[in-house]
């Protein structure tokens, strides 16, 4: 509230003030009006919705289905060291054949492995960035698509893929510079 005692019309919540981000041309797949208002740029609301949907990713019921398939029950214990009736479900790394846990939190209790749940053909291509609708087709495939890495081999496979979408990048830049020239 501010000085009037109206709601909303405080600095920063007026919609119709100037942004300070810089204008941009709307992309052709993002619906012109949510960029009209020239709060909000194409790439942040491209983030905002790619964020909405892995969190919605993560209650689908295909992920729970791939992520069912590398499950391995072991006989529960307790921290004492006691048998208990319900067994320790842990997951297999594909890659290295480690058991962990599979949690949808970044902090992994315990000191356990925390395992990933990775698509085996990437969401984003490694030589373009999708469409809309393509992104959807990957993010949401089939359950035979996934693999369970642990964290070691999730993040060797990631930068991996991300050195050849960088040098995918770097020669398209290159061609598009000399076919100018």
Not at 15 to 33: K, N, T, W
Not at 42 to 70: I, Q
Request: charge should be positive; hydrophobic fraction near 30%.
């Amino acid at each position: 509230m501010d000085e009037s005692g109206v709601l909303g019309e405080s600095k920063g919540c007026n919609r119709s003030e100037p942004s300070d981000r810089p204008s941009v041309q709307p992309d052709a797949d993002i619906p012109v009006a949510i960029i009209d208002e020239g709060s909000w740029t194409s790439a942040y609301f491209r983030g905002l919705v790619r964020g909405a949907l892995r969190r919605l990713f993560f209650r689908w019921p295909g992920r729970t289905a791939a992520l069912n398939r590398y499950r391995v029950e072991v006989p529960g214990v307790t921290s004492k060291g006691k048998a208990t009736k319900r067994p320790g479900v842990y997951y297999k790394c594909q890659q290295c054949g480690v058991l962990g846990k599979a949690q949808l939190s970044k902090t992994n209790p315990k000191g356990h492995v925390r395992i990933w749940l990775d698509h085996i053909e990437p969401v984003v291509p490694l030589e373009r960035y999708p469409d809309w609708r393509e992104y959807l087709e990957r993010l949401f495939c089939d359950s035979s698509n996934f693999v369970a890495l642990c964290t070691d081999c999730h993040k060797e496979k990631s930068v991996s893929e991300n050195a050849i979408r960088r040098a995918n990048v770097q020669r398209r830049k290159k061609t598009s510079e000399t076919t100018t020239d």
